[in-house]
């Protein structure tokens, strides 16, 4: 039973790591973006804005999609990890689990 328990707790592991790794695209090379900015001067926080600018429209149309689709199915599997190792250790304190079942 004690290797069960490990071999559960190593499998665990193995599916929370690769959820806690980012999904984020590498930004390309894109066209300039079609946006009129009006600048008076050329300071540094104008060209920050700028950049912004540039950064939002080389994400690309999918970046925001792509990105909560892989923060919902790493919540998703957390939690079912989470859920998983709360029911073996319930398992495991009470003798018969069956009788706390209410129909």
């Known amino acids: 039973m004690r290797?069960?328990?490990v071999g559960l707790a190593l499998l665990s592991?193995?599916?929370v790591?690769?959820?806690t790794a980012?999904?984020?695209p590498k930004a390309a090379a894109a066209e300039p973006a079609k946006v009129l900015?009006?600048?008076s001067t050329q300071d540094?926080?104008?060209a920050a804005g700028i950049a912004s600018i540039q950064a939002g429209a080389?994400?690309?149309n999918f970046a925001g999609l792509s990105e909560w689709l892989v923060n919902a199915l790493g919540g998703a599997v957390v939690g079912l990890v989470i859920g998983g190792i709360i029911a073996v250790v319930v398992r495991q304190l009470t003798k018969h689990p069956e009788e706390f079942v209410v129909e």
Do not use: K, N
Request: no cysteine; aromatic share 0%; charged share 15%.
């Open 37 to 39: 900015v009006v600048t």
């Open 17 to 19: 790591a690769p959820a």
């Open 58 to 60: 080389a994400s690309g």
């Open 22 to 24: 980012t999904a984020r």
């Open 13 to 15: 592991l193995a599916l």
């Open 3 to 5: 290797r069960r328990s």
């Open 44 to 46: 540094a926080l104008s």
